[in-house]
């Protein structure tokens, strides 16, 4: 099967040139003449049925809003007035060229692999009553720290503190109820998969959508070409990324996993499986204190889970797809007096396909932390920082 590579260019403009009024409009900062992006397709291409799994991936990067300056100025030196320079609507190549654009990394494969697994493990819990059980020895010290920062009491590691409360506390809490509200959809639709599984399925899903990164770089500058020492326009530059993972999968029941027979026996073993009542090892790892913290940064957590999964399990095909939107704009930005700029805003997409046949777990490092992950951090370490401070002047 040939390997295929296609690519165009898009939207090409004729950036109009800076120029001088007082000397016959000679040109005096060129604007840019290209165009502002490129797409391209790599794939394969195969005789029908198309039954072959194949890798993917589609790529476009495109400025979809140049920056064009507006209005006129006059440029001083030492005092003197040199020149009056109008802008014309001039387009420069910083801020129209699809090559200034960043370039997105290339996905962890093998931790979306794992993940994969894990999610379509059939004995994986939809909330664990154990482990519920286990963490609500916690609930006094939660409600004690609510009632000092309602009561304006509260220490000063109490404020971090707070984060960590919800986000450890709170929110799980009000998801697991939130869960056992709507236990009985999830027994229905655990024993649906299972008999799914049992005649061998196609499974879909979603592992991760929303907010990646999200970053202010240093300030962009645009200096003047014949003079560089000046600037003319300055900007905040913010990145934002957006990933979506997803799969496809054949699986089916292990050889030797049987179900059974019986509806009500079946929804008996989704109601142990779906509260967490049944013998499953990777579940031991949550109860293990600071193991969050390295599912942080790895995914011990979900090769466990994989591994487990794989007993009852046999995944012959899957396919991971993954999408990167990067989106980059310009913020607080400043000209010199006299001169307006337009808004810049540019897009990189990355759409991947990944095949993989008889797929096995891996352990691996996790690809970004998310918000709600980073902010968890700063807020332990400055609770720690508050809380030690305070035992020392004591």
Same mark, same amino acid.
């Given at each position: 099967?040939? =390997?295929?590579?296609?690519?165009?260019?898009?939207?090409?403009?004729?950036?109009? !040139?800076?120029?001088?009024?007082?000397?016959?409009?000679?040109? =005096? &900062?060129?604007?840019?003449?290209?165009?502002? #992006?490129? $797409?391209?397709?790599?794939?394969?291409?195969?005789?029908?049925?198309?039954?072959? !799994?194949?890798?993917?991936?589609?790529?476009?990067?495109?400025?979809?809003?140049?920056?064009?300056?507006?209005? /006129?100025?006059?440029?001083?030196?030492?005092?003197?007035?040199?020149?009056?320079v109008s802008m014309n609507g001039h387009v420069p190549k910083e801020?129209?060229?699809?090559?200034?654009?960043?370039?997105?990394?290339?996905?962890?494969?093998?931790?979306?692999?794992?993940?994969?697994?894990?999610?379509?493990?059939?004995?994986?819990?939809?909330?664990?009553?154990?482990?519920?059980?286990?963490? &609500?020895?916690?609930?006094? $010290?939660?409600?004690?720290?609510?009632?000092? +920062?309602?009561?304006?009491?509260?220490?000063?590691?109490?404020?971090? #503190?707070?984060? *960590?409360?919800?986000?450890?506390?709170?929110?799980?809490?009000?998801?697991?109820?939130?869960?056992? &509200?709507?236990?009985?959809?999830?027994?229905? !639709?655990? /024993?649906?998969?299972?008999?799914?599984?049992?005649?061998?399925?196609?499974?879909?899903?979603? *592992?991760?959508?929303?907010?990646?990164?999200?970053?202010?770089? +240093?300030?962009s500058l645009y200096s003047l070409p014949a003079w560089p020492s000046?600037?003319?326009?300055?900007?905040?530059?913010?990145?934002?990324?957006?990933?979506?993972?997803?799969?496809?999968?054949?699986?089916?029941?292990?050889? #030797?996993?049987? *179900?059974?027979?019986?509806?009500?026996?079946?929804?008996?073993?989704?109601?142990?499986?779906?509260?967490?009542?049944?013998?499953?090892?990777?579940?031991?790892?949550?109860?293990?204190?600071?193991?969050?913290?390295?599912?942080?940064?790895?995914?011990?957590?979900?090769?466990?889970?994989?591994?487990?999964?794989?007993?009852?399990?046999?995944?012959?095909?899957?396919?991971?797809?993954?999408?990167?939107?990067?989106?980059?704009?310009?913020?607080?930005?400043?000209?010199?007096?006299?001169?307006? @700029? /337009?808004?810049?805003?540019? =897009? +990189?997409?990355?759409?991947?396909?990944?095949?993989?046949?008889?797929?096995?777990?891996?352990?691996? +490092?996790?690809?970004?932390?998310?918000?709600?992950?980073?902010?968890?951090? $700063? /807020?332990?370490?400055?609770?720690?920082?508050? #809380? @030690?401070?305070?035992?020392?002047?004591?």
């Open positions: 099967m040939p =390997i295929r590579g296609r690519s165009r260019l898009l939207k090409y403009i004729n950036g109009p !040139d800076a120029i001088l009024p007082g000397y016959g409009n000679a040109a =005096i &900062f060129l604007g840019y003449k290209g165009y502002t #992006g490129t $797409e391209s397709c790599n794939d394969t291409t195969m005789p029908k049925p198309y039954t072959s !799994d194949h890798t993917l991936r589609v790529f476009k990067s495109q400025v979809s809003e140049p920056v064009s300056f507006s209005g /006129s100025f006059r440029f001083w030196n030492t005092g003197t007035p040199v020149v009056d801020y129209s060229n699809p090559f200034y654009l960043p370039s997105p990394p290339e996905p962890a494969w093998t931790y979306w692999q794992t993940k994969a697994i894990a999610n379509m493990s059939p004995v994986r819990a939809d909330t664990g009553i154990p482990l519920f059980l286990f963490e &609500f020895k916690d609930f006094p $010290e939660m409600l004690q720290h609510a009632g000092r +920062v309602l009561a304006r009491r509260a220490r000063a590691s109490d404020y971090p #503190g707070s984060y *960590l409360a919800y986000h450890f506390g709170w929110a799980p809490l009000v998801n697991d109820l939130r869960t056992l &509200f709507d236990i009985a959809k999830k027994i229905n !639709d655990r /024993s649906n998969y299972l008999r799914n599984l049992e005649r061998g399925s196609k499974i879909k899903r979603t *592992l991760r959508s929303g907010l990646a990164d999200s970053s202010s770089s +240093v300030t000046q600037w003319l326009y300055k900007a905040n530059v913010e990145t934002r990324t957006l990933v979506k993972v997803w799969y496809t999968a054949n699986a089916k029941l292990a050889p #030797g996993i049987t *179900l059974p027979s019986s509806n009500g026996d079946l929804k008996s073993l989704s109601t142990r499986i779906s509260l967490g009542l049944t013998s499953n090892p990777a579940a031991v790892w949550d109860f293990v204190p600071w193991t969050w913290l390295i599912d942080y940064f790895g995914n011990v957590g979900d090769f466990m889970q994989a591994n487990v999964g794989q007993v009852y399990t046999q995944c012959t095909r899957l396919n991971i797809m993954h999408k990167s939107e990067i989106t980059v704009t310009h913020a607080a930005s400043q000209c010199v007096p006299g001169v307006q @700029a /337009s808004q810049y805003v540019g =897009i +990189v997409t990355d759409k991947r396909r990944l095949p993989v046949s008889n797929p096995i777990p891996w352990l691996a +490092v996790r690809p970004f932390l998310g918000a709600a992950q980073s902010l968890a951090l $700063e /807020s332990l370490v400055t609770a720690r920082a508050f #809380g @030690a401070a305070a035992k020392a002047a004591r």
